[in-house]
């Protein structure tokens, strides 16, 4: 049965999930990564977006992610039309690949950004990375150069990061410095071996 033994990784935007994906996989979990799945099945999608949103899209056989994400972020009905073409694909991947790591017995987690958004997986058990609103904004401009509006219309397209920490089964605080991450995914490991004993 897929999904048995995964744990759904989350957050929002700029909460730190790759630095706490990379520190975890340190420590002997192995990850699926959705978005780089999502990536890979976008540029499948190639002629399907190009017929659905216009060949500006497209640069050098491959989709311009960035001027796509521009447009979906400002029009929701664009987003749930793109969402429709690819997450079957996305779901398919993700699940041929987890039948794989479920014959492990071992628990596994899965990287999916938008776990509660979508609520299509059905994983029992998920992890939070967890910052402040304040510190994902000012990382978010930051790491992407986004000016403030562009930044909140990002944010604001998820759910709010208390609400997800509230829902979660695990958390890891990352609103310290990179000891502290550490030192919050060492005691989450334990947490999630535990659990699967």
Request: net charge negative; glycine share 6%.
């Amino acid at each position: 049965m897929a999904f048995e033994y995964a744990v759904a990784l989350t957050g929002s935007i700029a909460t730190g999930k790759s630095t706490a994906v990379d520190i975890l996989s340190r420590y002997g979990f192995l990850f699926i990564d959705a978005d780089k799945i999502a990536h890979q099945i976008l540029d499948e999608q190639q002629t399907a977006i190009a017929e659905m949103f216009g060949m500006e899209f497209i640069e050098n056989s491959r989709v311009n992610r960035k001027a796509l994400g521009a447009m979906v972020f400002s029009d929701p009905v664009k987003r749930k039309e793109l969402e429709s073409l690819l997450h079957p694909f996305i779901y398919d991947e993700i699940e041929r690949q987890a039948l794989i790591q479920d014959a492990a017995k071992e628990p596994y987690i899965i990287d999916i950004p938008l776990f509660f958004e979508g609520g299509r997986y059905p994983i029992e058990r998920s992890l939070v990375v967890y910052t402040t609103k304040e510190q994902q904004l000012k990382r978010l401009m930051q790491r992407d150069g986004y000016n403030k509006e562009e930044a909140l219309k990002r944010i604001g397209s998820q759910i709010d990061i208390d609400e997800k920490r509230e829902r979660a089964t695990y958390t890891v605080d990352n609103t310290g410095n990179l000891a502290q991450l550490q030192y919050e995914c060492e005691q989450v490991k334990e947490l999630i071996l535990g659990d699967f004993k």
